[in-house]
């Protein structure tokens, strides 16, 4: 019932962990069904861009605010081609993104996966970008490991990265996102619902 977009990202209990190859497609194929586009049931109040061939990724545009979210899953690679062109294609969005959108002074970026080297790939093309562009701030924002992490884990100092907390452990997290020059790009306010 949320009068504001909702952007659903897939993880691995989603579709990756179903078992065999065709119960993961099933699974995926549900998902597609009930979550791709989910936001567009609040109303389209915003221009969101998929990706051609992986429309699951997506980006929008927001007062030179960059929020980019990729399908990173975490879990063992049980498929090595099909892992590493999903790496690649994820890469691919966020650096198009980012030159498509030139005048963003922050980029949040939304994804499943903790970082392990599994994703290096991603990581590493990221990190690139970040140091390319030194004057931007990034933020790398995931579920996965389910407890609370804050941290700088990456090849570049203006990547921050946080994990969010499980639904069932904390009450959702508040993120404040600001490209101004005189205030921190995020705060985060790990407010009470009860």
Request: net charge positive; aromatic share 14%; glycine share 6%.
């Amino acid at each position: 019932h949320a009068n504001v977009p909702v952007f659903i990202l897939a993880g691995d209990n989603d579709w990756y962990d179903c078992g065999s190859k065709s119960a993961r497609r099933r699974g995926w194929k549900l998902w597609e069904k009930y979550f791709l586009h989910f936001y567009n049931r609040s109303g389209n109040l915003w221009n969101v861009d998929h990706q051609a061939n992986r429309a699951e990724n997506f980006a929008f545009y927001r007062k030179r605010i960059l929020f980019i979210g990729v399908h990173l899953v975490g879990g063992d690679i049980k498929d090595e081609k099909e892992w590493n062109g999903r790496l690649k294609d994820n890469l691919r969005w966020t650096r198009m993104s980012f030159d498509k959108y030139t005048r963003a002074s922050v980029v949040v970026i939304f994804a499943h996966a903790a970082p392990t080297k599994n994703h290096q790939h991603y990581f590493d093309g990221l990190s690139k970008i970040a140091n390319n562009n030194a004057g931007t701030e990034f933020l790398y924002l995931h579920g996965d490991h389910h407890r609370w992490k804050e941290d700088r884990p990456f090849d570049a100092e203006n990547i921050k990265r946080v994990m969010l907390d499980q639904g069932a452990i904390a009450d959702p997290t508040h993120i404040k996102t600001c490209s101004c020059s005189n205030t921190p790009a995020f705060e985060f306010n790990q407010r009470r619902l009860s």
